[in-house]
Nanobody
Framework: VQLQACGGGLVQAGGFLRLSCSVS????????MGWYRQAPGKQRELVAV???????NYADSVKGRFTISRDEAKNMAYLQMNSLKPEDTAIYYC?????????????WGQGTLVTVSS
């Protein structure tokens, strides 16, 4: 099972990007989906998470600017990022907790780079 994240790129401050994350294999279902990020020299941090019941949680630094969503039919997660700031520059990793016959398992995408210029 692999997660594929895309949508990163270079954008000016105040701009927007939309990240997408898909899962490569046929699966039973997905519990939580989320996005984390890691800036140079910093630890990976939670950006946003969405549960199966569409409950969301955001890092304080992105509240009001980022929106996480999921498409159950396509098994995809999205992160709409508006009003981007230079401090949002980081590698963004998608996360999914997948359901399986042997139990639930955590999976991470390879990361997509977001660079916000001032």
């Amino acid at each position: 099972v692999q997660l594929q994240a895309c949508g990163g790129g270079l954008v000016q401050a105040g701009g927007f990007l939309r990240l997408s994350c898909s899962v490569s294999a046929t699966i039973y279902g997905i519990n939580a989906m989320g996005w984390y990020r890691q800036a140079p020299g910093k630890q990976r941090e939670l950006v946003a998470v969405i549960t199966r019941r569409a409950h969301t949680n955001y890092a304080d630094s992105v509240k009001g600017r980022f929106t996480i969503s999921r498409d159950e039919a396509k098994n995809m997660a999205y992160l709409q990022m508006n009003s981007l700031k230079p401090e949002d520059t980081a590698i963004y990793y998608c996360y999914m907790q997948l359901q399986g016959r042997m139990g639930d398992s955590d999976h991470w995408g390879q990361g997509t780079l977001v660079t916000v210029s001032s």
